[in-house]
């Protein structure tokens, strides 16, 4: 790969900005390379390499980078979620049951 403003082949990968730039990009399969000979950042097509292969995490989708990479695993984040999920059910079993949300009345209620 050439850098498109000086032609050099000295060129590396660079960090993606941001969760909008990563999810974009990897969308497109493009990531942002930078010429060490000029300094230009540039995006192009990404090249295939044995670590490509690998599965994508959670992480990897949301761009996120050092602690919270570290954090933020992908067990974790499933758990999260089924935490919250089962929480939910817990708190509409006890509305339902101590009647914080009363069934539709149906029927004449004549005076």
């Known amino acids: 790969m050439n850098c498109p403003k000086c032609q ?13 730039e990563g999810l974009a990009l990897r969308v497109k399969h493009q990531a942002p390379y930078r010429c060490r000979a000029c300094g230009l950042r540039f995006v192009a097509e990404e090249e295939v390499t044995a670590e490509s292969d690998r599965p994508l995490s959670i ?44 069934p539709p009345v149906t029927g004449y209620q004549g005076e």
């Open 8 to 20: 050099s082949d000295d060129v590396r990968r660079s960090r993606r900005r941001g969760p909008q």
């Open 59 to 102: 992480a990897d989708y949301l761009g996120l980078r050092g602690w919270a990479r570290r954090i933020l695993t992908d067990q974790v984040i499933y758990g999260g979620i089924a935490l919250l999920v089962i929480l939910v059910v817990i708190i509409m079993v006890f509305v339902l049951a101590f009647g914080g949300i009363a």
